[in-house]
């Protein structure tokens, strides 16, 4: 036994914790025993206090005399790396620090290091890019996309995390439906449908770990091109390159995404829109548009994929429903718990039409399997008992407040800028005076802390050349702020805009 | 404002919860209204028994007149959609039944239907395959890879989860680390250091969403070609070559991987163990070949990517240390909760040479950024607390146990099987006598609603001519059955291999 332990490193148990010791290299037991404690504490893997098993358990333990374990903390006492006393038995000296971690890494990590030899293989430096950016932090932050996650309703997530789990059956653990669980995926369908009109079958729902990766998904299996509205999100051109979909603009004006243009485009079969509040510019697509588009993925067997990001979130007697119920067999809905809860959640849902279902499945990597369970179990019991709608009701409440007084400190104090966008969301448009730099006024608000993000930083990249531009803008984000933190936001926001624009 | 709401959908509140009412189309006011509330009740929209808001309210909310609202009502309990009765308000007819789903969609999908035109970029038949694989049900799953999750500790995990929520920083719900909370990535490093060996520093650990996850990453980032223990998974073949890395087989023996060979191959530079204990033939990396390996990528540039998928389960006095421990700046070490906890929580974590820390993070997607964070500050806890532990040392007792019923019942009933690789894990190879054929085996097995695994079935496509193959066996996970079933999945086990080999 003893000729065994002693070419391996063993896990003994030490106050009911497991401890790692290398027992390899020269020497007797009793040797390589005290140079493995001796490792142990000097690396902090033995933490200052903590209590060793007395010799003869670890003796035992190890498969040794006891008499070996003895001498090996006596000679450690002697050291001073242990103390022993009558009464309270071997403890790690409390002068004894670890050693200082040798590689500190304050801030987020940089690009810069690049492993010898190692080569890249991900083309996609613009979506790291963006997730970088999302990291940077700002004194005060009215960048578009994030919610006010200091009203992430823990107690209430933590009720339905108890119920949902007590109650769950044991396979839930194991291995899951890849389109994500049925509880999540029928809690959903009833919800799409009563609040979004969505037309929504449990079975044509996948669970995606957020918008991107269903994105991502639908990539590999969308007909033709894709268009894209020619404000939106950087990353989704990219999601969609990196699958081999070419993309084409599609420009937006006053009434959203201009559908007509897509008859003049015949390789494109599919459409990616946000009809109920465009992002960024915050106009609903018109209903003859609405209507116009579902009829010309009949038209050409094509497809739309319906990105409703925040249809939760709408403030006038307008509520625009999902374009999907026009047309089911033609619209893939995307929505997600990002902006409604969290976006550290990852998860969003995909309701598809019934023949893309097998398709889409078929399509998931191994790594894509399935969004964690205790989280989708959580959320359909956190739909079902009600919760969902309280929470989205007060989140409504807050950001309509919140947009309100965004809306009347800029009247009063910078009156040039045209504040537009602001029927639905959580983010506005801010029209800036002809002539002034989108890019000067953004550098300004960040020199004293303030994120906020220009119009253009969305504008796809080559807009046709007849396509109607809008002017100067930013977008301000009035959402992401702690509700204690939104007035003080508010202020630099209109200070900077005095400032680099001028009062009334 | 009348005019404008008749164009578009509403929603309304109903019961406290949203209601989507379609308001669009041919009509008058009430007229449309009347049909979007019909089409609500009629496919179940409006369940059975519900209340409606008092017509006063609804108008209110509507923007129409109280009569508009009280009439549609009217016609409605005219047509047996919905009762009205004194003191209980207008409610959803009993009898008024939704319309069936017009999809059912009963056991797992099915692979044949095809989206008409699109087209299936993903090339992960086999990928996707092993993902339905796990899925197919049986009586008796003695399937290797997935733990007793009967036993996940629901109650520890949601002391842990109530515990995390409510001590986490509000920034903890909007935007991660890209490297994983690092309240998780503490946790681990104190627990890998302690109980596995692992030179663990928190800023070189990255947390993903599973371990095909994190290979698919370094994938992307590894150097020159990879070699792969000769029997394995095989999904993890497909992860690389998906991302452009030729993979070659590295023969195995009763002493792991011929590590010796790599010298043979000189394109690779990238070696995928699973040194702990071989998945699946069971044995550890020998310790010649533990300190050949880290030699053979100090020599050449390489890079050791170690799987440690079980190592918390070790039943003999000579638990295996990570390799990662003899040189932390050539190897990868990876670990999962999927078999220590449920594969169902989508976590597991690497633990990087410092120099690639920044290679695998730029190698995100936006699809991959982070995994769901309240599990890992839950897992971050539960680690923490000294759970962990308490759950690995009990599912530790119970695998052993198992592990001696089976090696007992087999030596007392079909004693010409031999079983090997059981120091450690929750799977045992059944070596067959010489001439029995595995697949008959396996296929009599699931006849009798018995999953097993033939060990060719784990084989590499292409080994080299001279590797020693390994005679007839399966592969036996006596980690999956609950408690209560394993016995019976034990008789099923023996009887099907009397019955087929014949008994002593």
């Known amino acids: 036994m003893a000729k065994k332990w002693a070419n391996h490193p063993v896990v003994a148990g030490v106050g009911g914790a497991d401890l790692y010791l290398d027992l390899t290299g020269a020497g007797g037991r009793r040797e390589r025993l005290t140079r493995a404690l001796r490792e142990a504490v000097r690396t902090g893997r033995l933490a200052p206090g903590a209590r060793l098993p007395p010799s003869r358990t670890l003796a035992a333990d190890l498969g040794l005399a006891r008499n070996t374990v003895a001498d090996a903390y006596g000679e450690l006492v002697a050291e001073g790396w242990l103390t022993a006393r009558q009464g309270s038995g071997t403890r790690v000296a409390q002068r004894a620090e670890p050693v200082p971690r040798p590689h500190p890494r304050p801030g987020p990590p ?60 044991a396979d839930a653990f194991s291995h899951g439906d890849v389109r994500g669980r049925p509880e999540l995926r029928h809690a959903l369908a009833g919800y799409l449908a009563r609040a979004r009109g969505v037309r929504a079958d449990p079975g044509n729902i996948v669970i995606c770990g957020g918008f991107v990766q269903g994105l991502t998904l639908l990539a590999r299996v969308l007909p033709g091109e ?35 243009r897509l008859d003049r485009l015949p390789s494109v079969r599919t459409a990616l829109l946000t009809p109920a509040h465009q992002f960024p510019t915050g106009v609903p697509l018109r209903p003859d548009r609405r209507a116009a588009v579902i009829d010309w993925a009949r038209r050409g067997d094509g497809l739309v994929l319906e990105d409703d990001y925040d249809g939760e979130f709408r403030y006038d007697r307008q509520p625009v429903g999902a374009v999907q119920s026009l047309g089911p067999e033609r619209v893939c809905y995307l929505g997600t718990a990002s902006k409604s809860l969290a976006p550290t959640l990852r998860l969003a849902w995909m309701v598809l039409p019934e023949d893309l279902v097998d398709p889409v499945i078929a399509a998931k990597t191994p790594a894509e399997w399935i969004s964690a369970v205790p989280d989708q179990l959580t959320l359909a019991d956190f739909i079902r008992s009600g919760a969902y709608d309280r929470h989205l009701r007060a989140m409504r409440q807050r950001y309509r407040r919140r947009r309100d007084r965004l809306v009347t400190a800029l009247a ?19 029209e800036l005076p002809r002539g002034a730099q989108e890019t000067a006024v953004r550098e300004a608000a960040e020199r004293r802390g303030l994120g906020v993000t220009a119009l253009s930083s969305f504008r796809y990249p080559a807009l046709p050349g007849d396509a109607e531009e809008p002017g100067p803008a930013l977008v301000v984000g009035y959402g992401s702020p702690a509700e204690h933190a939104f007035t003080a936001a508010l202020e630099a926001l209109c200070s900077v805009l005095e400032a680099e624009l001028g009062g009334g």
């Open 412 to 430: 009063e104090r910078v009156p040039r800028v045209r504040v537009t966008g602001i029927a639905a969301g959580m983010h506005a448009i801010l």
């Open 110 to 169: 940089s690009r810069t290091g690049a492993h010898t030899g190692a080569r890249t293989r991900a083309g996609d430096r613009e979506g790291s890019d963006f997730l970088r950016s999302l990291q940077r932090p700002f004194l005060h932050d009215l960048r578009p996309g994030t919610p006010d996650v200091s009203a992430f309703p823990r107690q209430a997530w933590l009720t339905s995390a108890r119920r949902a789990l007590t109650a769950a059956p």
């Open 226 to 260: 894709a268009a894209l509205e020619a404000y939106g999100l950087g990353p989704y051109r990219e999601v969609l390159a990196d699958a081999g979909v070419r993309t084409r603009p599609l420009p937006v004006d006053a009434h959203g995404a201009d559908i007509a």
